[in-house]
């Protein structure tokens, strides 16, 4: 796409995030395949072929796929347990799945030449709205009027409450922008900076530094694709405690 | 010396951009920092608080993003 203007970088570091057609060059529309729809695919494999197939054998002693299956689900279900509550649970199938695609679609995302489908804010505002819709629809189902308690807050005294009842809609309602953005933007912002050095390295004089700092980002990225699906997770139960529990 | 004047103004508007990622990772390490420094006085108490940690550390970076957000938008969208 970029071509180098004055011996800059070969290539663009944000042409990886191109939506491209899988099959020919014609324009995409909403019923095209492209690199998305195949990395959306082999993310949802990947994580069915962990949590399913991993824990078929229901070994006493766990091999390794179905450790990690038990580690996965067991972190989650104390997430929720902890910060949620015991009423939270009724939830767990939604945000171990939640979990388990993010957490996936990340670390697919760092095999070379992968695409990343959660550096997409279209994927990304998608899952944080079915998060933000959700949990509204809970709040209210569960609690009525009283969800709104969740805005006027009664242990704050009177005079305050109009402003932090202000506050609140508006944190209520950026939720799912941060969560959005959050996800997206750490996803585009490690991979353009590791295409970033990787462009460094065709300069002979720097390549050894630029190597180096390609490893360095890399083995960075591998944990922030586990914190980020973690963070997305936990903001998710946070969020289903305020539309359980929401006047405290 | 080529381009206009819009130009110029968005690439100094994306370079001031660096100055919000700068300030939401000290408040990230302001977050970790003061977890580190709870966590060695009270290590029993650690374990329990790793929750609260990252939530913090998201909501910290949360802003960073944003202004990263801003640099996106400005290098590639306006």
């Given at each position: 796409m970029a071509t180098a203007t004055g011996g800059g970088l070969e290539f663009h570091p944000m042409d990886q995030f191109v939506v491209r057609p899988l099959f020919g060059d014609g324009a995409v529309a909403w019923y095209t395949p492209t690199n998305v729809t195949l990395w959306l695919f082999l993310t949802a494999l990947a994580a069915i072929a962990v949590l399913v197939l991993g824990t078929r054998?229901?070994?006493?002693?766990?091999n390794r796929a179905q450790s990690v299956a038990e580690l996965a689900y067991g972190l989650v279900y104390k997430m929720i347990e902890d910060?949620?509550?015991?009423?939270?649970?009724?939830y767990f199938p939604y945000v171990l799945t939640l979990f388990m695609f993010i957490v996936f679609a990340n670390l697919l995302g760092l095999v070379p030449m992968a695409f990343t489908v959660t550096s997409h804010i279209a994927v990304t505002g998608i899952l944080a709205m079915a998060v933000f819709l959700g949990v509204t629809i809970i709040g209210f189902v569960k609690n009525?009027?009283?969800?709104l308690d969740l805005f006027w807050i009664?242990?704050?005294?009177l005079a305050v409450r109009p402003i932090l009842a202000v506050i609140e809609v508006i944190s209520y309602f950026v939720r799912p922008l941060s969560l959005s953005i959050r996800l997206a933007g750490n996803m585009i912002a490690g991979h353009a900076v590791i295409k970033v050095f990787a462009g460094f390295a065709?300069?002979?004089?720097v390549a050894p530094v630029a190597i180096v700092a390609v490893v360095g980002m890399y083995a960075f990225e591998v944990l922030v694709a586990f914190v980020q699906a973690y963070v997305f997770t936990i903001l998710t139960c946070v969020y289903l405690k305020d539309a359980l529990h929401p006047s405290h | 010396m080529t381009g206009d004047i819009a130009e110029l103004g968005q690439y100094i508007g994306v370079g001031l951009t660096a100055f919000g990622m700068g300030f939401a990772a000290l408040g990230v390490g302001n977050v970790a920092g003061n977890f580190l420094a709870g966590a060695l006085r009270n290590p029993s108490a650690a374990a329990g608080q790793t929750a609260t940690l990252f939530i913090g550390m998201a909501f910290a970076e949360a802003l960073g993003i944003f202004s990263f957000l801003v640099a996106l938008l400005l290098m590639f969208a306006v």
């Open positions: 054998g229901r070994a006493i002693v766990p910060i949620s509550g015991k009423d939270g649970l009724r009525g009027a009283h969800f009664r242990s704050a005294p065709a300069i002979a004089a | -």
